[in-house]
């Protein structure tokens, strides 16, 4: 058991923050995230959260039309996420909650310096959510529950202020990317480590004395949490941690009272991403039932140190959200894209075209599904890209031309290049 120095001690802890001490004492001395001294700043300009409801909205609410004005919860600011939501987003009503006064200090500070009237920041403890007497549209909760001594009591108290027809986006430690981390951890246990600046002098010298075949060194060459102090208390020297397979995270939901939506990314979940299409291994995995394949490219990655997904109500209809591919209803879908059309690769077949989004790879489609990729325009249904697209004289019959539309949209929304929206609700 790590040590509890005589300095945390001293840090006195609000009576109904008591369950969460270790952690709220934590973030009071390490504040996290790295605090952002300017949101307007060109480095933070334009810089959203993972699961902003701006670039994920068709996600979140496929069946209908974007909108700012919504009651938003940052669940677990930080020192950040509140005031970056609100300063992003000038029409929504944002409330930041934490049980840290000093992450919350700095959410005031940028709150004074941006002029962000729509937002409001309230110190407490999760699971006590109810005690706002506020409902959301949507719920941002990144980082936060798997820090919780009992997570399923957290995320049903945010399915509790949740809307009906709201959406609440997770992200929570993956196990299986975290492999290296949990090791370091046991190893700090073992030393006695506690969260001084000391103990955190020993953890850089641990990480730089590692043998590079070390299972953590993929993980700390891509996280930003080992390049400050408070992100390797974060990682390293946590009291209150725990991570999640795939599997997990779907009956966290169900645990809950919730029902799981989606991932926020598809391209990590999904074959089409990592595997060629020609290959045996994909025709074997394609052919696996939806959350068997999510499993299976969890271990088949191996690097997922996170994963990030959303949740809803059970009442929500599940037509709100749930796409099919497998009837003619795709047909009606009208597909938005997601990605950009970046330079062609050397041998790129003629009539094909390469994507990108984010940082993600580079992928080039096939002619027949560049020539459908380029009729869409956020206006179009799937049945008038094909039809504008002029590939229906390559594809023969009726029914063939169906496959192989299903085909075609399927590949193009599991790699994330695109958003398919549902006709919109009655």
């Not at 869409?376 to 008038?384: L, S, W, Y």
Request: overall charge negative; glycine content about 6%; proline content about 5%.
């Amino acid at each position: 058991m790590a040590k509890t120095t005589a300095a945390e001690q001293a840090q006195p802890i609000a009576p109904e923050l008591a369950p969460n001490a270790h952690v709220a004492r934590q973030y009071e001395a390490w504040v996290y995230p790295a605090p952002i001294m300017d949101l307007a700043a060109p480095e933070h300009k334009n810089r959203r959260d993972g699961g902003d409801f701006e670039r994920n909205f068709y996600t979140y609410w496929p069946d209908r039309e974007k909108r700012e004005d919504l009651d938003v919860l940052v669940a677990g600011c930080g020192s950040n996420a509140a005031a970056r939501y609100a300063y992003n987003h000038p029409q929504a009503r944002v409330t930041g909650l934490d049980l840290s006064a000093a992450s919350l200090a700095h959410e005031a500070y940028l709150k004074d310096k941006h002029n962000l009237a729509n937002l409001t920041l309230q110190q407490g403890r999760l699971e006590d959510v109810a005690k706002l007497g506020k409902t959301f549209d949507f719920i941002d909760c990144s980082g936060v529950l798997h820090h919780l001594p009992d997570p399923v009591s957290g995320l049903r108290a945010l399915g509790e202020v949740l809307k009906p027809d709201g959406t609440i986006a997770i992200m929570v430690y993956g196990q299986y990317g975290r492999t290296g981390v949990y090791m370091l951890q046991e190893m700090f246990r073992l030393m006695e480590l506690g969260q001084t600046p000391q103990d955190v002098e020993m953890v850089k010298h641990t990480l730089a004395s590692l043998p590079a075949s070390h299972a953590v060194q993929d993980y700390a060459r891509r996280t930003r949490d080992t390049k400050y102090d408070a992100g390797l208390v974060d990682n390293f020297l946590h009291r209150q941690d725990r991570a999640y397979t795939t599997t997990q995270c779907v009956q966290f939901a169900e645990d809950a009272g919730l029902k799981f939506m989606s991932w926020w990314d598809n391209v990590l979940y999904y074959p089409e991403g990592q595997l060629k299409l020609a290959s045996p291994l994909y025709k074997k995995i394609s052919t696996l039932p939806e959350k068997d394949i999510w499993a299976y490219m969890e271990l088949y990655n191996g690097t997922l140190g996170q994963h990030a997904f959303t949740v809803c109500r059970k009442e929500r209809a599940e037509s709100s959200y749930t796409l099919d591919f497998d009837s003619d209803a795709l047909l009606d879908y009208t597909p938005a894209a997601r990605a950009v059309e970046v330079a062609a690769k050397p041998g790129t077949p003629e009539g094909s075209i390469c994507l990108r989004r984010g940082e993600y790879p580079v992928f080039t489609l096939s002619p027949i599904v560049s020539a459908i990729y380029k009729q869409i325009d956020g206006n179009k249904t799937v049945r008038e890209c094909m039809a504008a697209s002029g590939v229906a004289a390559q594809l023969g019959s009726d029914a063939e031309q169906l496959a192989a539309t299903r085909t075609a949209f399927r590949y193009l929304w599991r790699l994330g290049h695109i958003f398919l929206r549902l006709p919109a609700a009655a």
